[in-house]
């Protein structure tokens, strides 16, 4: 017969009474290669048991992390060494926002490794219903004077809309995504949260007619921004493409503009990059006959400034700029397009909203998706089809011929083949025009 020796074999560890309760450890590799003892804890000897038999299984899985930081921590090396150096200034940005203001304050203390799924939950069911004016102080930060909600105990609720929260998780599911490449975690608990889809909010666009009010009002009062606007609603333009267009980007005569690059503020600096949104954004469009017209006389109008400005100009390929040649600031622009809305007696959207227009426009036309894809450079179809071709019913053919000629559109040759073509159609019909092209009486 032979005797089982009680002794565990080399590596295998051992649980020994400690404190209040017990403890374990055994052997594993961290993921640098080095191997090291790793301890489990637990009141009673069957929870540390419990624990041991999972650390052995993570231990034969792969590397196991003996030294696990907290989810701060862990955040904080993430937006650092992972997020800035590979993503774009403005995204990366907005993830160390969320993750300052939506994150850490409500999970940050935990451990990276003792995340669960409840966790997750309560996180997100917290999230959705916190005031983020309490949360942050917003109301307590302004002079006692102008405080007008929540620090006067009259809670104001400003919840985080589902789409918020949602990206929120987005944006956690990616760093714990990351932990686990990294193997110091074994799963993604966001990940395997199920929450719902956010509604898209339906945008409004303006109509035919409105957009055309905009513009005729901003051209009959010399609008210093109106060649673009006239780029954002006819080319669909984003913001931050149309104030970081440089005259380079421009071809006047062959009639075409590239998209590369970008104005934005970010982190209190006004960055103008050399990259476009997505791959699909760089783009080389051509311009319609409205737009020539309009960037010439862009080109007019900042000679002009140039010369008023005199050694106060800043030098700037920049297309748009302010009466010293200076970048136009993004918030401004947003302001000087609210006020535009006012003075022309039209309903205010949002800058971005204009693509939606400009897509209505082409959609009106009977644009291919696939080509109004190209102009508005969407990176896949489905945006284009499900976000951006809300059409009235009121854009009609006639309309957008309207829009045309009441922006200046069609060159001077354009016009002269259509009179030409009106005095051989009178000819054929038996008229015979004066020398003016007008018809004898």
Known sequence: MVRVSGKRGNGEGSIYPYR??????????????????????????????EKWLKLHNEARKGPVATNTPTLAQYLAYWLKDVVEPNLRPLTAATYETTVRLYIVPLLGSKRLDQLTVQDMR?????????CQCCAQGKDARRPEERRRCCAKGECCRQTLSKRSVNDARTILRSALTNAMVEE????????????????????????????????????????????????ILVLGLRKGEVLGLTWSDVNLETGELHIRHQLQRVRRRLLHTDTAKTEA???????????LTALRLRQKEQR?????????????DLV????????????????????????AGVRRIRVHDTRHTCASLLAALDVHPRI?????????????????THVPSADTRRALRKLGKALGGGSKQKRQKEKQSKRERRERAGEQPDKDGRQES
Request: aromatic content about 12%; some cysteine; overall charge positive.
């Open 20 to 49: 209040n309760g017990y403890a374990a450890y055994a052997w594993v590799t961290t993921p640098e290669g080095n191997r090291k003892r790793k301890y489990v804890y637990g009141p009673t000897r069957k929870d540390v048991h």
């Open 122 to 130: 309560g996180w997100l069911n917290k999230l959705a219903e916190t």
């Open 184 to 231: 110091r975690i074994s799963k993604n608990v966001a990940q395997l949260v199920k929450v719902q889809r956010a509604r898209r909010k339906r945008p409004d666009p303006w109509s035919v007619e409105e957009a055309c009010a905009f513009l005729e009002n901003a051209q009959t009062w010399r609008d210093y921004l109106y060649s673009a606007y006239v780029l």
């Open 281 to 291: 954004s760089e783009a080389v469009l051509p311009l319609p006959d409205v737009c």
């Open 304 to 316: 002009a400034a140039k010369e008023r400005a005199g050694d106060l100009w800043t030098d700037s």
């Open 320 to 343: 748009f700029t302010t009466r010293y040649g200076t970048p136009v600031e993004p918030r401004n622009f947003t302001r000087e397009f609210d006020r535009r809305c006012e003075r």
């Open 372 to 388: 109004a894809m190209q102009i508005l450079r969407h990176s896949e179809i489905a945006v284009t089809m499900e976000v951006y």
